[in-house]
C-alpha cells in the first residue's frame, strides 16, 4: 500500500505559515500545527526577530578602548527612517485654460502629465462622460479646484477640448 503524502511529509523543516482567519501557525517536521498567535510571548520574540531582521540598520561605532581586544566585536544597530519624499506641489492658474497628456483613463477620472514636464496630475471632470478621451491624447481644461491627497495631486475641472497633437507629446 502506498503511504499518503502530507504536506509535513513534503517539508524537511518546520514552517510558519498564515490563514486566512489572520494567525499564525507553525507546523513541525511531525505534522503538528500550533497557532503561535495564541501564544504571546512567542509571537513577541518573532515580532522582534523579524524587526531586527528587516530594520534598516547602520552599524554603530564601537569603542576601542583598554580590554577590547578580548571583547567580541559587537555594534549597536542603529534605526533609521526612511524619508519622507513629497513630490513638489504644481502651481495650476485657476483662471486659465490647462492643457494635459492624458496617460490612462479610469472609470471617473484620467491620469495626466503636464507637458514638458514629469508632474503628473489626476483629474476628475465633472458631469463629462469619459468616452472621447484616450490615452495619448491632449485635452484643455479649466480647473475648478485643486487638492492633494496621499502624495497625489488632484484637480477638478470642466473639460473644453481633445485633440491629438503628435508633436506636443514629446
Not at 511531525?30 to 524587526?51: N, Q
Not at 475648478?144 to 491629438?164: G, P, T
Request: glycine share 4%; net charge positive; proline share 9%.
Amino acid at each position: 500500500m502506498k503511504k499518503k503524502e502530507t504536506l509535513s511529509s513534503k517539508l524537511h523543516h518546520p514552517r510558519l505559515y498564515g490563514w486566512d482567519d489572520g494567525k499564525i501557525y507553525f507546523l513541525d517536521d511531525s505534522g503538528r500545527e500550533r497557532c503561535v498567535t495564541e501564544m504571546p510571548d512567542l509571537l513577541r520574540e518573532l515580532e522582534a526577530a523579524c524587526a531586527r531582521r528587516f530594520a534598516k540598520t547602520t552599524l554603530a561605532p564601537v569603542d576601542e578602548g583598554v580590554g577590547a581586544a578580548s571583547a567580541p566585536l559587537t555594534a549597536a544597530p542603529v534605526i533609521t527612517a526612511p524619508p519622507q519624499r513629497k513630490a513638489p506641489d504644481i502651481v495650476i492658474d485657476q483662471e486659465c485654460p490647462l492643457d494635459l497628456i492624458v496617460l490612462s483613463v479610469g472609470v471617473s477620472a484620467v491620469r495626466c502629465r503636464l507637458p514638458d514636464t514629469n508632474h503628473m496630475v489626476t483629474v476628475r471632470l465633472s458631469r463629462q462622460p469619459l468616452d472621447p478621451i484616450i490615452p495619448g491624447t491632449i485635452i484643455s481644461i479649466r480647473p475648478r479646484k485643486v487638492w492633494r491627497y496621499a502624495r497625489n495631486q488632484y484637480l477638478s475641472a470642466e473639460l473644453l477640448s481633445a485633440r491629438i497633437d503628435i508633436p506636443a507629446l514629446g
